[in-house]
T-cell receptor
């Protein structure tokens, strides 16, 4: 079945540091890929997405490129802020009318002032 | 943008109580809603897919008699945890799928069973 693998966490960075969070996936067909963010005590918010190979999703300074050849969707940000501290989930969705999301385990990011 | 309201945000109750959680899509219709369970520091586990006007589809290992799902309208799905016990304590999150196929998440319900 479909699966998403995220790098182990947690990750602690200083403000303005460069961020990379790795994500790889296994899926049949051509899934859509997502990054969701969960702030403390809240539900999930869609951060960015990509629906086909070589697409780049971007939002709030975060970027991720859909790499079919390496089955990856790594999340990057050039300069993190304290407000970026949250849990980040990589996810994929199969296609079709009954599509469902499959999530990675999530990784906690803490940014120090 | 699409808003999903989940209520209540937090519940604390005694063992043996049944608890109902509501998930509403406020500004769009959702024929399909999803219920997830999240354990501390872990990922979201899909419990069931709720389809308006029909029975929910439960994932393997989820007790349908324990977690009752009702999707009576295009904007409301409810999850009832029946005869809850401490092991049912968790963070429950719903999502609603819009006509484009995007899922929009509620803010979750923290359930604590004493």
């Amino acid at each position: 079945g479909d699966s998403v693998t995220q790098m182990e966490g947690p990750v602690t960075l200083s403000e303005e540091a460069f961020l990379t969070i790795n994500c790889t996936y296994t899926a049949t067909g051509y899934p859509s890929l997502f990054w969701y963010v969960q702030y403390p005590g809240e539900g999930l918010q869609l951060l960015l997405k990509a629906t086909k190979a070589d697409d780049k999703g971007s939002n709030k300074g975060f970027e991720a490129t859909y790499r079919k050849e390496t089955t990856s969707f790594h999340l990057e940000k050039g300069s993190v802020q304290v407000s970026d501290s949250a849990v980040y989930f990589c996810a994929l969705s199969d296609t079709g009318a009954n599509s469902k999301l499959t999530f990675g385990k999530g990784i906690t990011l803490s940014v120090r002032p | 943008g699409a808003v999903v309201s989940q209520h209540p945000s937090r519940v604390i109750c005694k063992s043996g109580t049944s608890v109902k959680i509501e998930c509403r899509s406020l500004d769009f219709q959702a024929t399909t809603m999803f219920w997830y369970r999240q354990f501390p520091k872990q990922s979201l586990m899909l419990m069931a897919t709720s389809n308006e006007g029909s029975k929910a589809t439960y994932e393997q290992g989820v007790e349908k008699d324990k977690f009752l799902i009702n999707h009576a309208s295009l904007t409301l799905s409810t999850l009832t945890v029946t005869s809850a016990h401490p092991e049912d304590s968790s963070f429950y999150i719903c999502s609603a799928r819009d006509f484009r196929g995007a899922q929009h998440f509620g803010d979750g319900t923290r359930l604590s069973i004493l």
